[in-house]
């Protein structure tokens, strides 16, 4: 145990945390610890508990369901069961899109609440909004799964991150202060592959000397390459949580082998926070039962165990902004068997999310498509329709663009601009406006398709 972290998190983390008004969050936070260790039946009954509560809100206190409730002749009494929720549609990123406003409950204040916008990673962009009290409780779960690792509020964690939209300036020298030493995080910018950046997080975080690694998988191991590249001694870690990404198996191995330490998936979202991650049994991802409901279905049924299904989550969490069978564009396989760590918490496969492809630069270095394309959909003031990136050479990119919202010369400059800055000035784009996008098998619509040839690296 680190015992200077056991004291910051008994004394000055809860001061800290009491006058950013989360202090909430470690109440849910122990009891999230407790409720894991529930037989299946009493967390069953729990979400249950949960649900109904959200649905009989959602019915009061949003105009989108209350309109659907009354289309469908239903009331929050309609539901007997968990598979009666089948009886409303799900919930697509393009009706958050098209009726944000509806969505919102009417007991909230735009101004109090947080403000998310969708990761984008499917091409469509949304605003969506979570309230304070479900800020919290997901903060709590996110301690949780960092505590399958072994990390705990205020023991060192460097964050290796590609959204810069998560990024802000921490301002005054007390809170770069606050954040550095007494919370003890570290966060670095992965949205360059430059051998300067690379050096300069390096030095950095060997300075920090964090315990644990929060990381998006594409990233980490273009870092990871320029460490072994270059015969540079790798930090020793205690854990890396891999999330945002597609953790391959390649990535998995040459991380515990470069760093020492074993690796954790976690599969959440920017809408509906952490939803499942690994314990140190590495079975599958305990889904957080007490915060989401989460199904899989093809075509619309529920799929079987150890069948692929696509992924709709329903937020138990957030009544700002009620989202229910919210259907995020990932598919995921449910399992049947449990974890022998001896949790009541059901699994999912961990080969979960959506595949990004890598792009390259003119130079030939790889970047994660996820980068771009959080970059592309930064701007809430420029809506972007569905989009999808098709690299066909070093310099030659081929942009297909829905039609629906119709794109402005502001919109289509935008684009090209954010491309030019992330990728490279030198470089050829073609924007085709299409009707709409076509799907790949599994039904998921890539944003990044990279047709260059693989040149190496970590796979």
């Not at 972290?5 to 122990?30: C, G, M, N, Q, Y």
């Not at 929720?85 to 101004?111: C, G, Q, W």
């Not at 301690?143 to 060192?156: F, I, L, Q, S, V």
Request: glycine share 8%.
């Amino acid at each position: 145990m680190n015992l200077y972290s056991a004291l910051l998190r008994r004394t000055v983390f809860p001061l800290i945390l009491k006058r950013d008004e989360r202090l909430s969050a470690l109440r849910h936070w122990h009891f999230l610890e407790r409720s894991q260790y529930w037989s299946r039946q009493e967390l069953l009954d729990y979400q249950w508990m949960k649900l109904r509560k959200l649905l009989q809100y959602s019915y009061e206190n949003s105009r989108y369901y209350a309109r659907l409730f009354r289309e469908r002749g239903l009331t929050p009494q309609s539901f007997k069961s968990f598979g009666d929720l089948a009886l409303l549609p799900m919930l697509t990123r393009n009706d958050l899109f098209n009726h944000k406003d509806e969505i919102f409950s009417k007991k909230y204040d735009v101004a109090a609440v947080q403000e998310v916008v969708s990761g984008g990673t499917t091409g469509v962009q949304a605003i969506l909004y979570r309230d304070p009290e479900s800020f919290n409780i997901k903060m709590g779960l996110g301690w949780r799964h960092e505590g399958w690792m072994g990390r705990k509020p205020c023991d060192k964690m460097a964050f290796f991150w590609p959204v810069h939209a998560d990024f802000y300036d921490p301002g005054t020298w007390k809170t770069k202060f606050k954040i550095r030493h007494l919370i003890r995080e570290a966060y670095y910018y992965a949205g360059s592959a430059k051998k300067e950046v690379m050096q300069e997080f390096y030095e950095n975080l060997m300075d920090f000397r964090a315990d644990y690694l929060k990381v998006f998988p594409n990233p980490l191991a273009g870092f990871t390459q320029y460490v072994l590249e270059h015969a540079l001694k790798a930090p020793r870690l205690r854990g890396i949580l891999s999330t945002g990404e597609v953790l391959s198996a390649g990535q998995r191995r040459i991380f515990e082998e470069t760093y020492g330490c074993p690796v954790y998936d976690m599969y959440g979202s920017r809408e509906t926070g952490n939803t499942a991650s690994e314990c140190s049994k590495h079975e599958g991802l305990h889904i957080a039962m007490e915060t989401s409901l989460v199904e899989f279905v093809n075509n619309g049924k529920a799929v079987d165990y150890g069948t692929e299904g696509e992924i709709l989550i329903t937020d138990l969490t957030n009544y700002a902004f009620p989202m229910i069978r919210y259907q995020i564009g990932d598919y995921g396989i449910p399992l049947k068997s449990g974890c022998s760590c001896g949790r009541g918490l059901p699994l999912m496969s961990p080969a979960v999310g959506r595949i990004q492809d890598h792009f390259y630069s003119p130079d030939g270095t790889r970047h994660s498509g996820l980068m771009l394309a959080v970059h592309i959909v930064s701007d809430h003031h420029i809506i972007v329709g569905q989009i999808q990136v098709v690299q066909k050479t070093l310099t030659d990119f081929h942009v297909k663009l829905v039609r629906k919202p119709e794109p402005t010369l502001e919109v289509l400059n935008y684009i090209e601009s954010q491309m030019r800055k992330i990728i490279g000035e030198k470089i050829n784009i073609e924007i085709e406006l299409v009707d709409e996008i076509p799907k790949e098998k599994s039904g998921k619509v890539r944003f990044v398709i990279c047709e260059v040839p693989e040149p190496g690296g970590i796979k």
